[in-house]
């Protein structure tokens, strides 16, 4: 089975005016966990994400810009993209450019 490793994730352009509240869910074996985050970040912004490991089953990830939830009525919370990574073996960057923004996350699989 193939494993994935979370590297880093770096924030080139935020969705919101100055700042995101960005966070990372991993959908795994058909269930969504909050892996990182929330973290103030700003353009230029890069987050070393270690111990960031996982069994890979038909894997998803995910970041968000955390505002008021994801199912609130008034400002929910901003899906920045989705990416479901290769089984290949090798370092890929996903890029996540949803809603005006552009964020790239680095990882590994083995």
Same mark, same amino acid.
């Given at each position: 089975?193939?494993?994935?490793?979370?590297?880093?994730? /770096?924030?080139?352009?935020?969705?919101?005016? %100055?700042?995101? =509240?960005?966070?990372? *869910? +991993?959908?795994?074996? @058909? /269930?969504?966990?909050?892996?990182?985050?929330? %973290?103030?970040? =700003?353009?230029?912004? *890069? +987050?070393?994400?270690? @111990?960031?490991?996982?069994?890979?089953?038909?894997?998803?990830?995910?970041?968000?810009?955390?505002?008021?939830?994801?199912?609130?009525?008034?400002?929910?919370?901003?899906?920045?993209?989705?990416?479901?990574?290769?089984?290949?073996?090798?370092?890929?960057?996903?890029?996540?450019?949803?809603?005006?923004?552009?964020?790239?996350?680095?990882?590994?699989?083995?």
């Amino acid at each position: 089975m193939a494993i994935i490793k979370l590297e880093k994730l /770096q924030c080139v352009k935020t969705e919101d005016r %100055r700042r995101d =509240q960005t966070y990372i *869910e +991993v959908k795994n074996h @058909g /269930q969504v966990t909050r892996v990182f985050g929330p %973290r103030a970040m =700003q353009a230029g912004d *890069e +987050v070393l994400l270690e @111990g960031l490991s996982y069994e890979m089953n038909d894997l998803v990830l995910y970041v968000w810009d955390e505002d008021h939830g994801q199912g609130a009525l008034y400002n929910p919370d901003d899906r920045l993209g989705f990416h479901r990574p290769s089984l290949e073996p090798g370092t890929r960057i996903a890029d996540f450019t949803e809603d005006g923004a552009e964020y790239h996350l680095t990882y590994t699989v083995s």
